[in-house]
């Protein structure tokens, strides 16, 4: 039998958690703050998102809007206090301002985690030359998946760099999961999964309601019949 499909529902809070969970979700990224494209949440709702769930939870490590790494030292803080109230994984990303990862942030970041499980997320899809990035993060430790829609501008127009990505799966640099989201729609999920990839993201995707609305179980039960391939 292969092996069940990975899909990661973003939660804002318990009540999402509990409902993404109940759909089918196998993994929550933790964010704050959608208007912002999502930030690092409190250690309060990390720990009662925690309480309320039994899934894997990632945990977003971003402070400001945009990609740059800002004051290190200060995420470096909050990766700590998330720690230490429980979190075991996360989300990260930073980028210079030419469009090259802040090798040196990231590298920072690594060593802060201590080989905690992490995603690079779509700072890649902004970055001046992603192949370059990921050659230059492959031994990072705890590093296993980028989150990424293949383009900046979203899966539509990702698609082709997807599924060029999924054949180089094994390459240096590439060894990586690939967790496909921003943007992604339900008919884009067979194309993908013939590809080989194997890991998909959703957002406003579970929430018809919108952001401001909660996590729709029937909607995050749906994706996992498409991932599923039912």
């Known amino acids: ?54 899934i894997p939870l990632r945990v977003m490590l971003r402070l400001s809007d945009g990609f740059a790494a800002g004051d290190v030292s200060r995420v470096a803080r909050a990766a700590r206090e998330l720690r230490d109230a429980g979190a075991e994984e996360f989300v990260l990303g930073f980028l210079n301002a030419s469009g090259e990862v802040d090798l040196a942030a990231v590298e920072r970041m690594a060593e802060e985690l201590d080989g905690c499980r992490w995603t690079f997320h779509r700072a890649i ?14 031994d990072l430790p705890g590093l296993d998946t980028y989150l990424t829609a293949g383009s ?31 943007g992604l729609r339900l008919e884009q999920v067979p194309r993908l999964r013939a590809a080989g990839i194997d890991a998909f993201h959703i957002g406003g995707a579970a929430r018809p309601g919108g952001w401001e609305a909660p996590v729709s179980v029937a909607a995050v039960g749906e994706w996992r019949r498409v991932v599923d391939g039912r």
């Open 152 to 182: 900046a501008a979203g899966v539509d127009d990702g698609l082709a760099v997807l599924l060029a990505e999924a054949a180089r799966a094994g390459e240096p640099g590439y060894e990586q999961q690939l967790l496909v989201g921003g």
């Open 125 to 138: 899809d902004h970055a001046a030359d992603r192949d370059a990035l990921r050659k230059q993060l492959a």
């Open 1 to 54: 039998m292969s092996k069940r499909a990975v899909l990661e529902v973003i939660a804002l809070d318990a009540e999402d958690a509990i409902a993404a969970q109940a759909g089918g979700a196998d993994r929550l990224e933790l964010v704050t703050d959608m208007a912002a494209d999502g930030l690092t949440p409190t250690v309060s709702t990390v720990t009662a998102i925690r309480a309320a769930v039994s």
